[in-house]
């Protein structure tokens, strides 16, 4: 079955600094998402992807659909202490209904 | 908004027992599903239904049983816990169309002793 490779899987960084995680496929997706999950949550749409380039914001995150469509990434600005979480990559591929998830990256964020 | 209503939050069985993780949404979507949650593995499919009376298997089905009577209403059923099945298990649902925008319960944390 495709499998999302997300990296990395953990994180620790200062609050205020930016964060930077990835997601690549060896297979072509015709959709990327990025999830949150907030610790005893379940996870939360925060960015939909549909195009090849496609750049989209949302406040201070900014997630981008890579242009082969085998990888996205996610950049939170200026981090806060409740970015803190678990982000999830996930995407549809060819011929696909049904999302597939990456494994995961923790953020902590240290005041 | 309710949204997603999983039950129960939290539960321990043991091995051989048999227990319901029952799971409601009020938004009328048609589309719900079951996964799993283990510590680097991310999140699996384990069954899903995309209407009422309609269910099929996911990525990790074996030792769960779903049935779909109503649209609201997507029970998962453990017939004999194992260990392994020691998991957080999330209910989602969602449109038809709209593959992206899965809205996802909080959860139940199970142990299976």
């Known amino acids: 079955g495709q499998q999302l490779n997300q990296s990395p899987q953990s994180m620790f960084i200062q609050e205020g600094e930016d964060v930077s995680m990835n997601c690549t496929s060896s297979?072509?997706?015709?959709?990327w998402l990025w999830y949150k999950q907030d610790p005893g949550e379940g996870p939360v749409l925060l960015i939909a992807?549909?195009?090849?380039?496609e750049l989209t914001s949302n406040g201070r995150l900014t997630a981008q659909f890579g242009i082969t469509r085998k990888d996205s990434f996610l950049n939170i600005s200026a981090s806060i202490p409740s970015d803190v979480g678990i982000y999830f990559c996930?995407?549809?591929?060819?011929?696909?209904?049904?999302?597939?998830f990456g494994k995961g990256t923790k953020l902590s964020v240290i005041p | 908004n309710a949204g997603v209503t999983q039950t129960p939050k939290f539960q321990v069985l043991k091995t051989g027992q048999s227990m319901t993780l029952q799971c409601a949404q009020d938004?009328?979507?048609?589309?719900m599903s079951w996964y799993r949650q283990d510590p680097g593995m991310g999140l699996r499919l384990i069954h899903y239904s995309v209407g009422a009376g309609i269910t099929d298997q996911g990525e990790v089905p074996n030792g769960y049983n779903v049935s779909r009577s109503t649209t609201e209403d997507f029970p998962l059923r453990l017939l004999s816990a194992a260990p392994s099945q020691t998991s957080v298990y999330f209910c989602?649902?969602?449109?038809?169309?709209?593959?992206?925008?899965?809205?996802f319960g909080s959860g139940t944390q199970l142990s299976v002793l």
């Open positions: 996930a995407g549809t591929g060819a011929g696909s209904y049904q999302l597939t």
């Open positions: 297979s072509i997706f015709n959709t």
């Open positions: 938004m009328n979507h048609e589309y």
């Open positions: 989602a649902s969602r449109e038809t169309g709209d593959v992206e925008k899965l809205f």
């Open positions: 992807l549909y195009k090849a380039g």
